[in-house]
C-alpha cells in the first residue's frame, strides 16, 4: 500500500505510471469493498483469480496466470510429468469416466480401466463436478493414496480402488518405428523437457535397427511446448551453429537469436516433416526452419500459425504468469503468425498482406498463416453422420462392451476390426438417433408456417423432404464404414496397447505416410522438390 501511495504521489496526472498507479489502487478498492459487502460469502482467491484470469483472457489464448493449485498443469506443459494416478477422465452423459489411461500407471496396476466410472472420489461424490475439479482432487503428492468408488461397464455393483498416487511422466515420443522397407517414423506429440534428446535417441535407434534410408518425423496436432526443444529437435537433422530462430518483442534487450548448439546426429539423411492444422509453435518453429534450410520435405495441411513467443514470470506465492513478449521468426526472415489480438478476440490477418521470401535454395515462401506444406494432402472429411457418432460417444460405448466379450486381442500389426454388424446391431440396441441441421431447420419452419396459417401443402412438401433425409441417415452407416472402422480399430487398440499401439494402428491407413514413404524413396523426386526452380 505505501508502494502504491509513493507511485501515485510521484507519478505525473496522464503519464503511463500514473495510469497504473490509479487503476491498480481502483482494482483493489473494489476488490476490497466486494468481499466486504457482498451479500453472500465470497473466496477471496476465487474472486481475485477471476479479476486476473479477465485481464490475460483480453489480450491473447496464450497469455495465462497459473495460480498454486494451477502448478501441476504447469508442469504438465513444460516438463512433461505430474503427481496422479495416471489417467484421463471426461464426462460422459453426466458422469465422470476414463477416458485414456497411461501404461503401468499406478490407476492402471490398481485395476481401474478404459471406461470405468468414478462415482466417488476419497467418499465425495463426482456428480456434478467437472472433469478439471476432479482432476484437481486425484492429483497430489506421490506416495499417498486415494480412494475411488467405480463402476465398470457390464457390472451392476460398484467396488472400490485404492489407488497410490506416483510420478506420471508423459512421454514426448510416445512412438517410433519402421513403417516400411528402409524407411523410419518418429512421433513426437509435445515439446516437452528432453524432447531433442528423446527425438536424437530414437533416430540412432532406428539406423541401428534398421538401416533406415529416410525418415519421417510426424508433428501433427503437436501443439508445441518449449522453445530451446525446438532447437534441440532440429539440431538432430541441422548441423551446429546454424540460427534457426530469433526473436523480437517490446523490450531490444531482450531480443535474441538461437542457434543449434552440437553435432546433428545425421545431417544428410532424407527427412520429411508432416504437418497439419494443429501443427502450431514450437512445431511450426522445427518444420518452418526444415523448410527454409531446405533440409526436408513438408507434407500435409497449412500449420496452425502461431508465431508468438511467451516466457515464465514468478508472481509470489508459488503463482506464475505465462506472458507473450515476442515474435519469432525463422531463418528465411518470416514470421507465421496468422493472427493479431485485440482485446482478447482473434482477427485474421488478411492473406494479401503477405511477403515473399526465400529458402536457402531459393524456393519461394510466404509469413503470415503458418507453414505451407511443400506437398498439400487435403484433411480428410468426416461426414454429419461420422462426427455425430464421435461427439455422442458412440464408438467408445461401443468399444466398452467389445472390450467386454474380448479379454485380449492380436498383436497391433494384425489385429483387424471385422465385426462391423456387431457395431451396426449396437446401434439398433441403443435406438441411436440424430438430428441433422437441415432437420431442425425444415421442423422449425414447419412451426412458423402453422403460426402464419400457410398452405397444408407446404407442410406436406417438407414433410417429404424430412423422410427423404431420413433414408439418407439410414445410409450414412454403409456409406460411412471404412472410417467408422478405422475409428472403432483405434479405440479398441487403445485399450489394449495404449497410446502407442494407437498410434501404430493409425499408421496403416494414412495418406500422409503414404505419400511421404513414396517422396522419401524416390531420390530424384525429393532433391527436385528442394531445388530451386527458376
Known amino acids: 500500500m505505501i508502494l502504491l501511495f509513493s507511485v501515485g504521489l510521484f507519478a505525473q496526472p496522464n503519464s503511463k505510471l500514473y495510469e497504473i498507479a490509479k487503476n491498480i489502487e481502483v482494482y483493489t478498492n473494489v476488490y476490497k469493498e466486494l468481499n466486504k459487502n457482498f451479500v453472500d460469502e465470497i473466496d477471496p482467491g476465487i474472486l481475485m483469480k477471476t479479476g486476473i484470469d479477465a485481464m490475460t483472457r483480453s489480450l491473447d489464448p496464450y497469455t495465462r496466470y497459473f495460480s498454486e493449485s494451477d502448478a501441476e498443469s504447469f508442469r504438465i506443459s513444460t516438463e512433461g510429468k505430474y ?43 463426482t456428480k456434478g463436478k467437472s472433469s478439471k475439479d476432479v482432476a484437481n482432487i486425484v492429483r497430489g503428492a506421490p506416495g499417498t493414496e486415494i480412494v475411488f468408488t467405480v463402476k465398470s461397464y457390464g457390472d451392476s455393483k460398484t467396488k472400490k480402488l485404492t489407488i497410490k498416487r506416483g510420478e506420471i511422466n508423459i512421454p514426448n515420443v510416445p512412438y517410433f518405428g519402421r513403417v516400411k522397407d528402409n524407411i523410419g517414423y518418429i512421433h513426437l506429440s509435445t515439446f516437452t523437457q528432453n524432447a531433442g534428446a528423446n527425438v536424437r535417441k530414437a533416430l540412432s535407434s532406428l539406423k541401428d535397427s534398421f538401416g533406415i534410408k529416410g525418415v519421417i518425423l510426424d508433428l501433427r496436432n503437436n501443439g508445441g511446448g518449449l522453445l530451446r526443444e525446438a532447437i534441440n529437435v532440429a539440431n538432430v537433422f541441422v548441423d551446429k551453429d546454424e540460427a534457426l530462430v530469433s526473436t523480437r518483442g517490446k523490450l531490444p534487450d531482450k531480443n535474441r537469436t538461437y542457434s543449434t548448439r552440437m553435432t546433428a546426429l545425421d545431417d544428410s539423411i532424407p527427412l520429411v516433416v508432416l504437418i497439419n492444422d494443429r501443427t502450431a509453435s514450437a512445431s511450426e518453429i522445427v518444420s518452418g526452419s526444415i523448410q527454409d534450410l531446405d533440409r526436408g520435405v513438408i507434407i500435409g495441411q497449412r500449420s496452425f500459425g502461431k508465431g508468438l513467443v511467451q516466457n ?22 518470416r514470421c507465421i503468425q496468422s493472427k493479431v489480438y485485440e482485446n482478447g478476440k482473434a482477427i485474421k490477418i488478411d492473406k494479401n498482406k503477405q511477403n515473399l521470401f526465400h529458402t536457402r535454395n531459393g524456393r519461394e515462401v510466404y509469413d503470415v498463416g503458418g507453414v ?163
Open 83 to 125: 503427481s496422479g494416478v495416471g489417467s484421463i477422465m471426461r464426462n460422459i452423459d453426466s458422469v465422470i469416466t476414463v477416458v485414456e489411461m497411461y501404461e503401468n500407471s499406478p490407476s492402471y496396476q490398481a485395476g481401474l480401466r478404459i471406461g470405468d466410472r468414478i462415482l466417488e472420489v476419497n467418499g465425495e461424490e
Open 312 to 333: 515464465i514470470f514468478p508472481v509470489g506465492y508459488n503463482s506464475k504468469v505465462k506472458i507473450t513478449i515476442s515474435k519469432y521468426y525463422i531463418p528465411s526472415g
Open 372 to 534: 505451407e506444406p511443400d506437398i498439400i494432402i487435403a484433411k480428410e472429411k468426416y461426414s454429419t453422420f461420422v462426427k455425430n457418432i464421435i461427439s455422442d460417444n458412440i464408438i467408445f460405448k461401443f468399444v466398452n462392451k467389445y472390450t467386454l466379450a474380448h479379454p485380449s486381442i492380436p498383436p497391433v500389426d494384425s489385429f483387424k476390426f471385422d465385426e462391423f454388424n456387431s457395431f451396426k446391431q449396437f446401434l439398433k440396441d441403443i435406438n441411436y438417433n440424430y438430428v441433422t441441421k437441415s432437420e431442425k431447420e425444415l421442423k422449425n419452419l414447419k412451426k412458423y408456417i402453422d403460426e402464419d396459417n400457410l398452405n397444408d401443402d407446404i407442410k406436406k412438401e417438407i414433410d417429404f423432404l424430412i423422410e427423404k433425409i431420413d433414408k439418407e441417415k439410414n445410409n450414412a452407416i454403409d456409406e460411412n464404414r471404412n472410417t467408422i472402422v478405422r475409428l472403432i480399430e483405434k479405440e479398441i487398440v487403445k485399450r489394449y496397447y495404449f497410446n502407442k499401439g494407437k498410434i501404430k494402428d493409425s499408421l496403416k491407413n494414412d495418406k500422409e505416410i503414404e505419400k511421404a514413404i513414396e517422396i522419401l524413396n524416390n531420390k530424384d523426386k525429393y532433391n527436385k522438390i528442394l531445388a530451386h526452380s527458376k
